[in-house]
């Protein structure tokens, strides 16, 4: 079964880290693109970053700078590095395959002293 | 950065109306652009990729059109189960971009 499963979400204070993983099963991790989409409380779904099956990352303005998207093919495992963390991040951040509309039950980050 | 304006925000209709969403693009995006469902609490679902291409599985009251900076998702006959959040992605170029989502709420 293709499963994307995120952890890592947590309560950070402003201006603190957190990373969040993405374990993927069920498929051939290497061969896709991967990405992270976020979603604020009540709000509407932000694409936030990709990581290529050709090794190239991308960006969304909000976040440049301050987020690093990197993946780990030996253990299936997609990563999101969030530091200087803002109140604007807090969302429930998905992790996604969009070539097979996989994606993963979310998990969610709370910045907030 | 590509924006994507989607229109109505929301929208009250019933069971067997007819109804359609629209998606424009800042700039041409070809037929790069997604549809997607998302009921509360749950991971979006694509409902149709490249402008027009059904999902497998997604029943045919589903369509899609347009290419270059327009695009329209049409429900032909809405069933209970439609009554959700619908959004457009466009991936012609990174970073991707959402439209700003239509919830369709039962009238």
């Known amino acids: 079964e293709v499963q994307l499963l995120e952890s890592g979400g947590g309560l950070v204070q402003p201006g603190g880290s957190l990373r969040l993983s993405c374990a993927a099963s069920g498929f051939t991790f290497t061969t896709y693109t991967m990405t992270w989409v976020r979603q604020a409380p009540g709000k509407g779904l932000e694409w936030v970053s990709a990581?290529?099956?050709?090794?190239?990352?991308y960006y969304a303005e909000s976040v440049k700078g301050r987020f690093t998207i990197s993946r780990d093919n030996s253990k299936n495992t997609l990563y999101l590095q969030m530091n200087s963390l803002r109140a604007e991040d807090t969302a429930v951040y998905y992790c996604?395959?969009?070539?097979?509309?996989?994606w993963g039950q979310g998990t969610t980050v709370t910045v907030s002293s | 950065d590509i924006q994507m304006t989607q229109s109505p925000s929301s929208l009250s209709a019933s069971v067997g109306d007819r109804v359609t969403i629209t998606c424009r693009a800042s700039?041409?995006?070809?037929?790069?652009l997604g549809w997607y469902q998302q009921k509360p609490g749950r991971a979006p679902k694509r409902l149709i990729h490249a402008a027009s291409t059904l999902q497998s599985g997604v029943p045919s009251t589903f369509s899609g059109s347009g290419s270059g900076t327009e695009f329209t998702l049409t429900i032909s006959s809405l069933q209970p189960e439609d009554f959700a959040t619908y959004y457009c992605?466009?991936?012609?170029?990174?970073?991707?971009?959402f439209g700003q989502g239509t919830k369709l709420e039962i009238k």
């Open positions: 700039q041409g995006i070809r037929n790069d």
């Open positions: 996604a395959a969009p070539g097979m509309d996989v």
């Open positions: 990581f290529t099956s050709g090794g190239l990352t």
């Open positions: 992605l466009q991936y012609s170029s990174y970073p991707h971009t």
